[in-house]
């Protein structure tokens, strides 16, 4: 990978465009396959109930499995990444996802559609949205917010998939349905080849970047991640560290930043020191791989604790509607085709709320955490309120001003993720924030699904739902706290604050 990166073309700043729309339509369409067909689940949902007789906590493991390993698997995804590149994690979280739901077809049992369908889709849904995440970053700054937008509005399209979905069910019953949608999400390796790696030139590009000097770390040494912050600060280093490093008494010009960013053009990644390079490389690569996997540097940070809180409660509330809602509706006594409709309906209200809040959030007009809180306050309200939507028109209503919101605060996850981690080391902030987001997901549908055998209605579902989202909301009220402390640990002239 270090290869291929030094050969990538430098540029003087964030493209904000160019080859980054290819880079967006890619995450567009992961979003519309990996994120449409695990929406759907709730119509497989009441199909898996009636094959295989299971309970509603029963099926939703399932789900939850494929959901939670999306996020949970975000640590083994950088690590991946960095083993084999951008465009190889895709393609290969491309065939995990397609090779579930192939052999998905041939389940006999719940355990086993816990692996085929849980498993193996989740963690290339892992790869896959990881991935398309972070190169977007890479390639847009000015307008992360509408890029996002546009790219997470592919989840809208379960408009289409949803009707689709239940069609193909009627015409080739599930294990065909399955088996079609395989197929088509190999349509993502084609799609994976225009993730084109691109580097950013600092502020100071004939500098060589490290994040500590520690001599014993050997990532001061070596660096292993590529990133476009622009805040470097230059110091010299002399006798000590040279002749630890068994070098003559020199001095080099080296500017720190918090991502390990070696920008000295093909030779980036590796300080060029002669006697020792190749030690150096090998205990590198050791030492980064270790501390990748689960970077506990991060819990020290207060920004991603707040971030952390909010992800793992949003995301354990979203699932819940989404897979119960045609559920609920059946015990209503709706149709199950006409239940796909508010899936339907929900798709294209959401897809419509993501693009105008992204191009909102990119106004700047109130800071893009304001607008995160205030979607997930409206969310929670919504499904407390959910319960007394009894008839097909309230439930529409339901499902309408959810999506309004839902696809709101959603558009801004990883715009605030960007501003809160100030760009750096995405990779690990997002992949350990989606660890402890898995984590929650996983129970989160079983829950419910206990909840509904238990009481034998799903009210108490979306009451849960409701206050998961209320609570996500409050850890953003310490942003201020946090960003006055992290203010006074920096010296005068370095205090920023998040926009």
Same mark, same amino acid.
């Given at each position: ?40 689940? *709730? ?7 009636? #094959? ?25 995804? *950088? ?6 590149? #951008? ?50 970053? +890479? ?5 992360? &917010? ?36 395989? &197929? ?49 600060? #230059?110091?010299?280093? +002399? ?21 390990? #960013? ?83 309906? &929900? ?13 909102? &959030? ?138």
């Amino acid at each position: 990978m270090q290869k291929r990166a030094g050969k990538t073309q430098p540029y003087n700043q964030t493209l904000d465009g160019g080859w980054g729309w290819m880079i967006v339509f890619h995450f567009f369409l992961v979003n519309v396959l990996v994120m449409g067909m695990t929406k759907n689940f *709730a119509i497989f949902f009441v199909v898996f109930q009636e #094959e295989f007789e299971g309970t509603s906590e029963q099926i939703g493991w399932i789900g939850s499995i494929m959901s939670s390993l999306r996020f949970s698997a975000g640590p083994l995804a *950088a690590i991946i990444c960095e083993m084999l590149g #951008e465009k190889a994690t895709s393609i290969l979280g491309t065939l995990l996802f397609a090779g579930g739901y192939l052999i998905s077809s041939w389940a006999t049992s719940i355990p086993f559609l816990c692996v085929t369908m849980g498993f193996l889709p989740g963690l290339g849904s892992a790869f896959l949205y990881q991935v398309a995440a972070v190169v977007t970053t +890479k390639y847009f700054k000015k307008r992360l &917010a509408l890029a996002t937008a546009i790219a997470r509005s592919g989840m809208g399209l379960t408009f289409l998939l949803a009707p689709f979905t239940k069609f193909l069910i009627d015409l080739y019953d599930w294990t065909g349905a399955l088996i079609l949608f395989g &197929a088509i999400a190999l349509n993502l390796v084609p799609s994976s080849m225009l993730l084109r790696p691109i580097h950013i030139k600092s502020e100071n590009n004939s500098d060589i970047k490290v994040s500590s000097l520690s001599a014993n770390d050997p990532e001061t040494l070596c660096g292993t991640e590529t990133s476009y912050s622009n805040e470097t600060q #230059e110091f010299f280093i +002399k006798d000590s560290i040279m002749q630890k490093a068994g070098q003559p008494d020199k001095i080099f010009t080296v500017s720190q930043n918090q991502n390990e #960013e070696f920008n000295n053009g093909p030779n980036r990644n590796r300080l060029l020191l002669t006697s020792n390079e190749e030690n150096c490389k090998k205990k590198a690569v050791s030492w980064s791989y270790k501390l990748k996997l689960f970077d506990v540097s991060l819990l020290r940070n207060p920004f991603f604790c707040i971030f952390t809180w909010s992800f793992l409660l949003s995301q354990l509330a979203y699932f819940i509607p989404t897979f119960h809602l045609v559920a609920r509706a059946k015990t209503l006594g709706i149709d199950v085709m006409d239940a796909s409709y508010l899936v339907s309906v &929900a798709g294209i209200v959401e897809t419509v709320s993501q693009l105008i809040s992204g191009w909102v &959030a990119d106004q700047n007009w109130i800071r893009k955490y304001q607008y995160h809180k205030s979607y997930l306050i409206f969310c929670g309200i919504t499904n407390l309120l959910a319960p007394l939507a009894t008839t097909f028109s309230l439930l529409m209503t339901y499902t309408i001003f959810f999506a309004i919101f839902a696809g709101g605060y959603l558009a801004l996850i990883l715009p605030v993720l960007v501003d809160l981690s100030k760009n750096s080391r995405v990779h690990r902030f997002l992949g350990l924030a989606g660890f402890f987001a898995g984590m929650a997901v996983l129970s989160g549908p079983p829950i419910a699904g206990w909840l509904y055998d238990s009481t034998e209605t799903y009210t108490g579902s979306f009451y849960f739902s409701g206050t998961c989202y209320l609570l996500s909301s409050l850890s953003f009220f310490f942003v201020p706290l946090a960003e006055r402390w992290k203010s006074e640990q920096l010296p005068e002239g370095k205090r920023t604050t998040i926009k």
